[in-house]
């Protein structure tokens, strides 16, 4: 690290310190808190998974480091920034700069197994790309693949990474080291073992080899989450759940808290994208007799994804500790308004290929989101808007930028 790499990361600090010392930040905090208890004063607005290779404007998200230490600093702070200034929405920053913990192995959700895939891209410079992957787990002994690894801390490379950030943020920003962030999503790493069709089939076909795969998974996972746990490797101090504002009162403050932290303290969050295509029972069956053992162990639950879930409300309610339900684009707003009520957050995801088009379609979009608030004000539903996975914007940043001031004048009305 020469001086100037010093200097600029420093400078970059000194200007993320200053926004997170205003007002704004606590007011906003203030609001994710109402929500996230079900007494949301509006909805409240939050942009992630953004296609930053498309954002660069001006320079702004220009590197200036050589050390790749530096520069994993540096885009950090470089996107906060960019965002703060472009595309905040509800967005909070706080004064702080996050190292991750050097946790071995670094590939711990695949549980020893790596997929085998191929990959197609249209975008060299994106990393959303297609895969294909094939089936790892065709036999009752190929499940024997499947094991959870002793988990590890690199103490030496973490303890090196801590003092590297203090020397260079010391006095600017507080150095919060980040252990790992719970999430139950074994159907996802299981159709990347095998392929969605081979998954699907099997449900139908060869229910007792799916659940032992399940069962097998399920304990890898739970064994993982012990050693996490009993380690201290857990992510504590969580601001978001799944790409959601995380604030909330009902769970104690890490600092307030006994070392090391423990799951009940915490929020998790679970999926189980490939079963948008299957019915609710086998959804319960397969997924939801298991995942409990999970879920029972958090403060607090962050539930779904992409697939599906408006009907499949009745079945989702019965997990311990939730409190969001993940509205994908691909439900019936209506639907999944009525039966979630005020009982949970309506966590709504708005359709990316709005932006993606070759024309930018701003009546669609803010109509959309009209009616789903709208439909949630009907019921009484807490609502929260959550632009995600946004793969590109044809390289027009400003659409972001546009969809977060419609986005927020909306929230505000």
């Known amino acids: 690290m020469t001086n100037k790499e010093y200097q600029i990361l420093r400078d970059l600090a000194k200007q993320v310190a200053e926004i997170a010392v205003l007002p704004i930040q606590q007011e906003t905090i203030s609001l994710w808190k109402a929500l996230n208890g079900l007494k949301p004063v509006r909805p409240m607005v939050m942009i992630a998974n953004v296609p930053w290779h498309e954002m660069n404007v001006d320079g702004e998200l220009s590197m200036q480091t050589e050390d790749l230490f530096c520069r994993l600093f540096e885009i950090q702070l470089r996107r906060i920034l960019y965002a703060w200034k472009h595309m905040r929405a509800d967005m909070v920053v706080e004064p702080v700069i996050e190292v991750p913990m050097v946790i071995m192995p670094h590939d711990l959700y ?31 002994d190929d499940l024997e693949k499947i094991k959870c690894p002793e988990i590890t801390l690199h103490e030496e490379f973490t303890k090196l990474s801590q003092e ?46 799916m659940h032992m795969l399940m069962a097998r998974t399920t304990e890898a ?52 994208q490939i079963f948008g295509g299957v019915s609710p029972a086998m959804h319960k069956e397969f997924e939801l007799d298991y995942a409990v053992r999970w879920y029972e162990r958090f403060g607090l639950v962050y539930y779904g994804c992409c697939e599906p879930l408006h009907g499949k409300i009745d079945i989702i309610r019965t997990i311990p500790h939730l409190r969001k339900i993940s509205m994908s684009p691909w439900v019936d707003v209506e639907k999944g308004a ?47 808007f959550i632009l995600k996975d946004i793969s590109t914007v044809r390289y027009q940043p400003q659409r972001l930028w546009e969809w977060a001031d419609i986005a927020m004048r909306l929230a505000h009305a």
């Open 221 to 272: 996972y739970l064994s993982m989450l012990d050693q996490l746990e009993s380690k201290g490797l857990l992510s504590s101090d969580l601001n978001t759940v799944h790409c959601t504002g995380a604030y909330t009162d009902e769970l104690l403050a890490p600092s307030s808290l006994p070392l090391p932290h423990k799951a009940k303290d915490l929020w998790t969050a679970g999926m189980a």
């Open 110 to 140: 695949y549980l020893g197994l790596l997929p085998a895939e191929s990959i197609v891209t249209t975008d060299p410079e994106n990393d959303v790309v297609s895969h294909s992957y094939s089936d790892q787990l065709k036999t009752e």
């Open 164 to 209: 590297r950030a203090l020397e260079i943020f010391g006095g600017i920003l507080n150095v919060q080291m980040r252990g790992w962030v719970p999430e139950f999503q074994p159907w996802d790493t299981i159709v990347e073992w095998r392929g969605a069709e081979s998954v699907l089939y099997d449900l139908a076909d060869r229910p007792k080899f």
């Open 338 to 384: 009525e039966r979630i009520g005020g009982d949970f957050v309506f966590s709504r995801k708005p359709n990316p290929a709005f932006l993606a088009g070759e024309r930018w379609d701003v009546e669609t979009m803010e109509q959309d989101m009209r009616d789903t608030m709208e439909r949630c004000a009907r019921h009484g539903c807490p609502v929260e």
